[in-house]
T-cell receptor, first 113, second 108 residues
């Protein structure tokens, strides 16, 4: 059972480039989310989804897009990367929003030069 | 809005008890959680407490909840070097709000 899988684990981008962070889960979880982790700032919610076809903004959504075409996948898109988006990104899923354990991927470390 | 606060650092000697504290603001949380993050890894659930409980014990871990003061604590008995990690408290589960994390350092 793979759990939550994120790719890539590391990525270096130049300012203005675009990229997609992939997230897939094989637990049939309805809820999926993206967080960024910065030193001294904990985890901040970027976007979340309560099911296929439904997405919503979290605390820090600017500069990021998401879509949820299937239950399994929840990609995070950076359309025009900025140095302020240098961070570690975590995808997480749970059976339902508001209850249950959040399962995290191992993280994707992004550096924007 | 929701807010969760934790102290950032805690250093203890191996064998001592560690107490990590957390305050939260959302009184509607059904569950409150403690997650552990080891270096280079994602977060993993350590333990949780239902909001109508005052205390939960799980082997070396004791969680105390003071709902009136919105205060949550995690006590680790007989702390080991393998307990060195960042500990996050969180309210709710889906659209969770996390504290900034407490870095626990255990000295031999």
């Amino acid at each position: 059972n793979a759990g939550v899988t994120q790719t890539p684990k590391f990525q270096v981008l130049k300012t203005g480039q675009s990229m997609t962070l992939q997230c897939a889960q094989d637990m049939n979880h309805e809820y999926m989310s993206w967080y960024r982790q910065d030193p001294g700032m904990g985890l901040r919610l970027i976007h979340y989804s309560v099911g296929a076809g439904i997405t919503d903004q979290g605390e820090v959504p600017n500069g990021y897009n998401v879509s949820r075409s299937t239950t399994e996948d929840f990609p995070l898109r950076l359309l025009s990367a900025a140095p302020s988006q240098t961070s570690v990104y975590f995808c997480a899923s749970s059976y339902g929003a508001g209850t249950g354990e959040l399962f995290f991927g191992e993280g994707s470390r992004l550096t924007v030069l | 809005g929701e807010d969760v606060e934790q102290s950032l650092f805690l250093s203890v000697r191996e064998g001592d008890s560690s107490v990590i504290n957390c305050t939260y603001t959302d009184s509607s949380s059904t569950y409150l959680y403690w997650y552990k993050q080891e270096p280079g890894a994602g977060l993993q659930l350590l333990t949780y407490i239902f909001s109508n409980m005052d205390m939960k014990q799980d082997q070396r871990l004791t969680v105390l909840l003071n709902k009136k003061d919105k205060h949550l604590s995690l006590r680790i008995a007989d702390t080991q070097t393998g307990d060195s990690a960042i500990y996050f408290c969180a309210e709710n589960a889906g659209k969770s709000t996390f504290g900034d994390g407490t870095t626990l350092t255990v000295k031999p």
